[in-house]
Nanobody
Framework: QVRLVECGGMSVQPEGSLRLSCAAS????????MAWFRQAPGKGREGVAS???????QYADSVKGRFTISQDNAKNTLSLLLTNLKAEDTAVYYC?????????????????WGQGTQVTVSS
């Protein structure tokens, strides 16, 4: 069973930076994709960034140039570097994974989810 555990969420000021991490375990096949999603109060779950086993990456337009997704296969860790943070980035951030190729920002294709970590951007 795939298990995902996020950490790194905290309160930061606007224009600040933050790194989220997701420790992954339990993969039984080498071909899989992972992603970061977020959900703000009263809103649906939004895809932020995704990466697959071939290092193909997809970003949401709202975070392009500000967020960077990366994956350390040796450590089974997925990271998300958030820079130039804005108030509208405030949300619970989730790590997700699925078997198969190709990055995707559609939550319906992901079978495995972490518990989420809160990011709050406020002055």
């Amino acid at each position: 069973q795939v298990r995902l555990v996020e950490c790194g969420g905290m309160s930061v000021q606007p224009e600040g930076s933050l790194r989220l991490s997701c420790a992954a375990s339990g993969f039984t096949k080498p071909n899989y994709a992972m992603a970061w999603f977020r959900q703000a109060p009263g809103k649906g779950r939004e895809g932020v960034a995704s990466i697959d086993s071939e290092r193909r990456i997809q970003y949401a337009d709202s975070v392009k140039g500000r967020f960077t997704i990366s994956q350390d296969n040796a450590k089974n860790t997925l990271s998300l570097l958030l820079t130039n943070l804005k108030a509208e980035d405030t949300a619970v951030y989730y790590c997700a994974a699925r078997y198969g190729s190709g990055p995707s920002l559609f939550p319906g294709v992901y079978a495995y989810w972490g518990q989420g970590t809160q990011v709050t951007v406020s002055s």
